[in-house]
C-alpha cells in the first residue's frame, strides 16, 4: 500500500481508530493502480470502496439514509479519499460503473485474507470443500425489474396454452406470478469458515447450474464441492471434474445409475453415469462411488467422484455433506438478519450493484467478526454471532 493509500483518520477517538483498523484489514492487500483514475478526481477508488461498505452496513430504513450516514462518515475520517460531498444518485451511477472492476479487485483481497487468517480451517477431512446452493431475493414491483428479471419477461409473448375452462382467479394467479420479479443468487460457500467464496446473480428464471460453471475458474485447486439434489448432471459433473475438481452431491431417484460396466477395477459401492443420450455420442461415463448415509428420517444416497476411501472415508463424506447445510444457514443470515430478503432499488443495475456490495459488506464483517474471535478467545469460525457481529458494527458506525 502507498503512502498516498494509507488510511489515517482525521479525527480521533477509539471508535474511528477501530474503523480505520477494519478498514486497513479488510483492504490491506487490493491494488486500485490498474483501474483509469476517475476523471473528476473527487473520491478515489478507496473512498468509493469505503463508502459503498458503509452504506450497506448501515441499518437506516432507506437506501438514501444510509448514504448519507455513509458519506458523513467517511468525509470525517478520509476526506483525502472522499474530497467533495456528492448527491446519492451520483454515487449509485458511480458505483453502478465501478462495481464490476472492483469486485474483481475485492474478492481475491478477501479469500486472502481467509486463507491467512485460518490456515487450520482451510480443509474439511483433508480437502478444500465448498457447498454451493442457490436462493432468491424479492424484488420491488417495477417496470425496470419485471422487464429484466421475470419470468413472464423471459416469455416475450410466446403463446401460452389455456385449459377448457380456466377460471378467472387461476388466470390472476399465474399472471401474478409471471409478473414478479426475483434475483437468483447461487453462492459458492467454505465449509471450513463458514464465510462465501464466490456468487453470481441474475433473473429468477436462471440456471444455478449455469452460475456454478461461471464460478469454477476461481476455485482453488482440486477443492470438493458438495451440493444438493439440484445439481446432477451429466454435463455439470463432466465440467467440475474437467477443471479438477472433485464432487459430493446428493442423488434422487431421478438420477440413474448403473453398476457392473467393468469399465474400471469395480468395488461394491462403484457407480457409473452414464445417460442414453451419452452412450449413444461416445462419450464416457462418469465412474463414481456411492455412499448410502441414514439421516433422522430416511437415508441420503450421496455420490462422490473420490472413489478411494483411503482419501475420503464414509463417515467423512457424511459429515461434509452434513456441513453443507452451513450455505442454507448463510442465506438465511443473509435475508434475515441482514434484512435483504428484499432488495429497495427499483431499477434493475441498482438492484444488481445493492445485492454486490451487500454480499460483499456482509463477507467482509464476518470475516473481521472470525479473526477477532479467533485471535483473541480461538472461537471456531462456525461458532461466531452473525447478530452480534452485526450490532458491534452498527455500534461502531453510531460512535463515530
Known amino acids: 500500500m502507498s503512502h498516498q493509500d494509507r488510511l489515517s483518520p482525521n479525527t480521533s477517538g477509539p471508535h474511528a481508530q477501530a474503523l480505520l483498523e477494519v478498514f486497513e484489514q479488510l483492504l490491506k492487500h487490493a491494488d486500485f493502480t490498474g483501474l483509469a483514475a476517475p476523471k473528476d478526481g473527487r473520491w478515489s477508488f478507496r473512498g ?46 458511480r458505483l453502478v460503473r465501478w462495481t464490476d472492476p472492483l469486485l474483481q479487485i475485492l474478492k481475491p483481497v478477501l479469500r486472502r485474507s481467509m486463507r491467512e487468517a485460518f490456515p487450520t480451517h482451510w480443509r474439511v477431512a483433508g480437502h478444500c470443500v465448498f457447498g454451493v446452493d442457490g436462493s432468491k431475493l424479492e424484488l420491488p414491483r417495477t417496470r425496470s425489474h419485471q422487464a429484466r428479471f421475470s419470468a413472464g419477461a423471459r416469455r416475450n409473448g410466446a403463446s401460452r396454452r389455456r385449459s ?20 437468483l443468487i447461487t453462492t459458492l460457500w467454505h465449509a471450513g469458515t463458514g464465510l462465501p467464496w464466490d456468487w453470481r446473480l441474475g433473473p429468477a428464471h436462471g440456471s444455478e447450474r449455469g452460475q456454478l460453471v461461471e464460478m469454477l475458474s476461481n476455485l482453488p485447486r482440486q477443492s470438493l464441492l458438495t451440493a444438493d439434489a439440484g445439481f446432477v448432471g451429466y454435463s455439470l459433473w463432466s465440467e467440475l471434474q474437467g477443471a479438477g475438481h472433485d464432487l459430493l452431491i446428493r442423488v434422487g431417484s431421478h438420477v440413474r445409475l448403473l453398476k457392473k460396466l467393468g469399465f474400471v477395477r469395480e468395488a461394491g459401492n462403484t457407480v457409473y453415469l452414464w445417460p442414453e443420450e451419452c452412450r449413444r455420442r461416445l462419450q464416457p461415463p462418469l465412474v ?9 428420517r430416511h437415508p441420503w444416497y450421496l455420490v462422490t467422484s473420490v472413489r478411494d476411501r483411503k482419501q475420503l472415508g464414509d463417515r467423512e463424506v457424511a459429515e461434509i ?6 450455505v442454507e444457514v448463510f442465506y438465511r443470515h443473509f435475508k434475515q438478519t441482514f434484512a435483504r430478503r ?59
Open 342 to 400: 428484499k432488495l429497495r432499488s427499483h431499477t434493475a443495475d441498482h438492484a444488481l450493484c445493492e445485492a454486490e456490495w451487500s454480499m460483499l459488506g456482509l463477507w467482509g464483517m464476518l470475516l473481521r467478526g472470525e479473526r477477532q474471535l479467533w485471535r483473541e478467545e480461538r472461537i471456531a469460525p462456525w461458532r461466531m454471532s452473525v447478530a452480534g457481529v452485526l450490532r458491534a458494527f452498527r455500534g461502531l458506525l453510531d460512535r463515530v
Open 164 to 183: 377448457r375452462q380456466p377460471s378467472r382467479q387461476s388466470q390472476q394467479s399465474r399472471r401474478r406470478k409471471l409478473d414478479s420479479a426475483q434475483l
Open 321 to 326: 455433506y452434513r456441513r453443507r447445510w452451513g
Open 48 to 93: 468509493l470502496v469505503m463508502t459503498a461498505l458503509l452504506w450497506v452496513w448501515s441499518d437506516e430504513p432507506t437506501l438514501t439514509a444510509r448514504f448519507s450516514v455513509a458519506q458523513s462518515i467517511a468525509r470525517k475520517l478520509w476526506n483525502h479519499h472522499v474530497t467533495a460531498a456528492i448527491s446519492y444518485q451520483a454515487f449509485l451511477k
Open 288 to 296: 463414481l462411488r456411492l455412499v448410502v448415509v441414514q439421516g433422522a
